[in-house]
């Protein structure tokens, strides 16, 4: 069964600090891994990596896929209160024309001023 | 441009009752999704539409039933809710093959008593 797992569950940071969200899948020859941050309503998109070892940055934000180890990395420095979320990750599976995604149960990030 | 919207964006129900969650957006997508969001569980796929006219059953359809007979439009109903149903429900929608990227709507809180 196609598996996305995050950690951690969740994590308590002081504004300032450097965070490292994990995401790992059990999905084989997945098509692309996606991040999306929730805060109070919607998810709302922030990355989608395809290909190995390229980093995609945005801000302060920054997230990079391992396919050889089956997990990605999402990268917060210098967090502040507004970065206060769930943050999903999602994965691709392979067949169909479909877009469906396989999301991960997130992690709850709580930045403390 | 609204992008994706629900309503209603609160609802109690009694165990049997029915009603019908309303999803509409306006950027012309082809596919539409609906998903339900559980503490601990992630999002889970109910049911989703490639296309006007078309559904299909998602990872947890049983209770639910789906129609799209607009494109723009994706109807979720519960023919005898059940207190298992208590969640917060996402509509979401995207471009058709290979866009990915899901866009979101601001979900429905449903509690069933």
């Known amino acids: 069964e196609d598996k996305v797992v995050q950690s951690p569950l969740s994590l308590v940071v002081h504004e300032g600090d450097t965070v490292t969200l994990n995401c790992s899948y059990e999905?084989?020859?997945?098509?692309?891994l996606l991040w999306y941050k929730q805060e109070k309503k919607a998810p709302t998109f922030l990355f989608m990596l395809?290909?190995?070892?390229i980093e995609k940055k945005s801000g302060r934000l920054s997230s990079i896929l391992d396919k050889k180890e089956l997990s990605s990395i999402l990268n917060i420095t210098a967090t502040q209160t507004g970065d206060s979320a769930i943050y999903l990750c999602?994965?691709?599976?392979?067949?169909?024309?479909?877009?469906?995604?396989?999301f991960g149960t997130g992690t709850l990030l709580a930045v403390q001023p | 441009n609204a992008g994706v919207t629900q309503t209603p964006k609160f609802r109690v129900l009694k165990t049997g009752q029915s009603m019908t969650l309303l999803c509409a957006q306006d950027?012309?997508?082809?596919?539409m999704y609906w998903y339900r969001q559980d503490p601990g569980m992630g999002l889970r796929l109910i049911h989703y539409?490639?296309?006007?006219?078309?559904?299909a059953k998602g990872e947890v359809p049983d209770g639910y039933n789906v129609s799209r007979l607009k494109k723009q439009n994706f109807l979720l109903g519960l023919e005898s809710a059940a207190p298992s149903q208590t969640s917060v429900y996402f509509c979401?929608?995207?471009?058709?093959?290979?866009?990915?990227?899901?866009?979101f709507g601001p979900g429905t809180r449903l509690t069933v008593t």
């Open positions: 999602a994965v691709v599976p392979p067949g169909g024309a479909t877009n469906k995604l396989i």
């Open positions: 950027m012309n997508h082809e596919y």
């Open positions: 395809t290909s190995s070892g």
């Open positions: 999905v084989t020859n997945f098509r692309s």
């Open positions: 539409s490639v296309g006007e006219g078309t559904t």
């Open positions: 979401a929608s995207s471009y058709s093959n290979g866009a990915y990227e899901q866009y």
